[in-house]
């Protein structure tokens, strides 16, 4: 057994019960293996012993209480991963499916993400088992100040800074921003996705769905192609999926599939913003809503047999949720002939998927580069905070896309040094392993 597969067993001995961190972990070491077998130093330092083993895991009670009055306990989460590159940085999810396996698989995958970022940020990520569909403002500003009442102990802006992810947006930032500085009497960038009024980065809601729509069109050019005149087909419609949506349109492409955990919507004719953004951000909505609404587009319940991916389509950008797209799903959208697909949601490709695209030799850029931008953005949200200024929506703008293109490119180099270029998931392991890795060597045994 080599250097990599004992990891991988000692990982699975100590990590049981946590399917979704072990699939993240397995699919990291089995890139890395050549990287490791080129560079006998990382195994002396047990490099990957330590890069798979959190830094710090945190654990804490959540007491609300609802509007009628009684008492709610949730189970708060912060994962403080890795800090060899900058300050913990990951976002907390609020979500009834969360446990310590989610909060540690979505932790290593950021560890990785942010390495390629080109920023100075370490990897972290948290959250809770709180659901907040369903429940008034109040109950929702009860619960973040009785999560930030905790949280705040173990966070600061050059410790650990927090963002959203599924289930936090911007009232949720707002709550918990609010209870940081009644608690610590400080006004410091110690979370980011924040409103434009007090401290926000113009672009930071836009910036994971554009960085994608980025990414994928970098890989398009690089075949002749683009995303102008390209059918696209989309799952989710939440933060990511609405402006994934609003940057393909703005390029040319059409998108026609949305969805959300109850069903899915199809417009051949092109899914219209506007009303999406009504019933998703304003009406707090669901997807169906706009298939009431609109003649053209059809509503399918989940579970009733079809997806998303089974609309044809040249680009899939699966936006909602960890391995929402199987081996199956693939094979429909090969048989269809899909160009390009992008990970807008952090491993939302079965390995099986994952497999099939690249042995199609189907485009396909990964969470850890395609989603990148978002927290990219959360970093020029801190590096704005931290100078007390702030930039133009088109400076911001024009610095994400060049940080896509960026980790495009070093997803492409290192895949062709490591011997399987146009492998871009083995290209985004391998660039943001090094970065890591020769940061934890260089600061000693820690
Ligand atoms: P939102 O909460 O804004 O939206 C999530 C969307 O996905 C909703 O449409 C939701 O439907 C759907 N969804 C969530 N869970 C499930 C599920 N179990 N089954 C089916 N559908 C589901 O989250 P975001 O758009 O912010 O995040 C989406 C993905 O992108 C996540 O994987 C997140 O980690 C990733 N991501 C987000 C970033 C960001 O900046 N926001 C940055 C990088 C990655 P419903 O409303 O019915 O729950």
């Given at each position: 057994m080599d250097y990599t597969q004992q990891v991988q067993q000692a990982v699975e001995r100590r990590n049981g019960g946590e399917p979704e961190f072990l699939q993240a972990v397995t699919e990291v070491l089995e890139s890395v293996k050549p990287v490791i077998e080129r560079h006998k130093e990382y195994q002396d330092a047990a490099i990957l012993e330590r890069i798979t083993e959190p830094e710090r895991q945190i654990m804490f009670r959540v007491p609300w209480q609802d509007d009628k009055g009684d008492i709610q306990v949730n189970r708060g989460f912060r994962v403080q991963f890795n800090s060899a590159i900058g300050p913990y940085k990951g976002g907390l999810r609020f979500h009834p499916t969360v446990y310590l396996g989610i909060v540690k698989f979505l932790g290593f995958e950021q560890v990785f993400k942010n390495a390629l970022t080109t920023l100075p940020l370490g990897g972290g990520k948290g959250g809770c088992?709180?659901?907040?569909?369903?429940?008034s403002d109040n109950e929702v500003m009860r619960f973040c100040q009785s999560f930030m009442t905790e949280l705040q102990r173990h966070i600061?802006?050059?410790?650990d800074v927090p963002a959203g992810d599924i289930g936090v947006g911007g009232r949720e930032i707002g709550y918990m921003y609010g209870q940081y500085k009644r608690l610590n009497n400080e006004f410091t960038?110690?979370?980011?996705?924040?409103g434009l009024k007090w401290g926000g980065s113009l672009v930071r809601t836009e910036a994971t769905g554009y960085g994608l729509t980025y990414i994928v069109e970098e890989m398009l050019k690089d075949t002749g192609?683009?995303?102008?005149g390209k059918t696209v087909a989309m799952s989710g419609s939440g933060n990511v999926a609405i402006y994934a949506v609003e940057k393909v349109h703005q390029l040319g492409g059409k998108v026609v599939t949305l969805s959300d955990s109850s069903g899915w919507i199809h417009d051949p004719e092109g899914i219209k913003l506007d009303l999406v953004q009504d019933i998703?951000?304003?009406?707090?909505?669901?997807?169906k809503e706009y298939a009431d609404e609109v003649k053209s587009a059809t509503y399918t319940e989940v579970g009733s047999g079809a997806n998303v991916w089974s609309v044809p389509c040249d680009i899939a950008m699966p936006?909602?949720?960890?391995?929402?797209?199987?081996g199956d799903d693939a094979k429909t959208l090969i048989k269809n002939d899909v160009k390009a697909v992008g990970e807008?949601?952090?491993?939302?490709?079965?390995p099986e998927a994952v497999e099939a695209f690249i042995e199609a030799k189907t485009l396909f850029s990964p969470a850890k580069a395609a989603n990148a931008g978002g927290v990219a953005t959360s970093g020029l949200e801190m590096s704005q905070n931290s100078m007390r200024m702030s930039w133009t929506f088109e400076e911001t703008d024009a610095k994400l896309k060049g940080i896509m293109q960026s980790i495009h490119v070093q997803c492409k180099e290192a895949a062709e040094e490591y011997g399987c270029p146009g492998n871009y998931v083995a290209g985004a392991n391998i660039a943001g392993f090094i970065k890591v890795a020769d940061s934890m060597l260089a600061q000693g045994l820690v």
């Open positions: 088992d709180f659901d907040p569909k369903g429940k600061g802006q050059d410790t960038g110690i979370l980011t996705g924040k192609s683009a995303i102008e998703k951000e304003v009406k707090r909505g669901r997807i936006n909602a949720t960890q391995n929402e797209l199987n807008g949601a952090n491993m939302p490709c079965t």
